[in-house]
């Protein structure tokens, strides 16, 4: 029942782009995305609705393709700042129910 | 700023034993979770709760039981704690407004001997 999120790690240079996808078997209502760097508690970045709207934060953006009940984050120009496991949380069904489910992550490692 | 917190950092309990872990916000949210976290499977929801007294279950409720007795309180209770159980847990919270991001406490590490 978890979205299923791409790939699982990867390892990028400074100033090198990455895409973190993430899809669903099910009608998606919402997507979010957190951050979680080692020992610390997830921090929000962003949150997408149905409609296929896309959103920026910075130099991370992301999209929501609902008819593909996918959405991809985009890390421009990546900092050592970005380094930390990402995570999608998905709000299923046609309609807002506030619950969110999280994939297992995918862990980003920044070089310098 | 809102804030989570979660009563205990670290929790070391015996098989058996009755736990409980607490988790209180302050921004007069609807919403609170409570996820466990272990390595590669990322962030698993136990239980959910829109409204005081009110709960859900989530994908992984065998096990634990929720309170919700306050709009400030939700706490997380393992009846009869396993090895299994073993793991970091998160509390979190959010308003019903279709973009309310999640704020999560800074977890409980629960090991159980």
């Known amino acids: 029942q978890q979205p299923v999120q791409s790939p699982q790690a990867v390892i990028l240079r400074e100033g090198e782009d990455a895409v973190i996808n993430c899809s669903s078997s099910k009608a998606l209502y919402s997507v979010h995305w957190y951050r979680q760097k080692h020992g610390e508690a997830p921090v929000f970045l962003m949150i997408?609705?149905?409609?296929?709207e896309q959103k920026g934060h910075e130099k991370i953006s992301a999209s929501f393709n609902e008819k593909k009940q996918q959405s991809s984050l985009y890390l421009t120009a990546s900092q050592l700042s970005y380094s930390g496991t990402y995570f999608c949380g998905t709000e299923r069904g046609l309609e807002r129910d506030d619950k969110i489910i999280f994939g297992k992550g995918t862990r980003l490692h920044i070089l310098p | 700023d809102v804030k989570v917190t979660q009563s205990s950092r670290y929790l070391v309990k015996r098989t058996g034993e009755k736990v409980f872990l607490e988790c209180v916000q302050d921004?007069?949210?609807?919403?609170m979770f409570w996820y466990r976290q272990d390595p590669g499977l990322g962030l698993r929801l136990i239980y959910f709760s829109y409204d005081v007294k009110m709960k859900e279950k989530g994908d992984i409720p065998e096990g634990y039981s929720v309170s919700r007795e306050k709009k400030e309180r939700f706490s997380l209770i393992l009846e009869s704690a396993s090895t299994n159980q073993t793991s970091m847990y998160l509390c979190?919270?959010?308003?019903?407004?279709?973009?309310?991001?999640?704020?999560f406490g800074n977890g409980t590490r629960l090991t159980v001997t």
């Open positions: 979190a919270s959010s308003s019903t407004g279709a973009r309310s991001p999640l704020h």
């Open positions: 921004m007069d949210h609807e919403n």
């Open positions: 997408l609705l149905k409609g296929g």
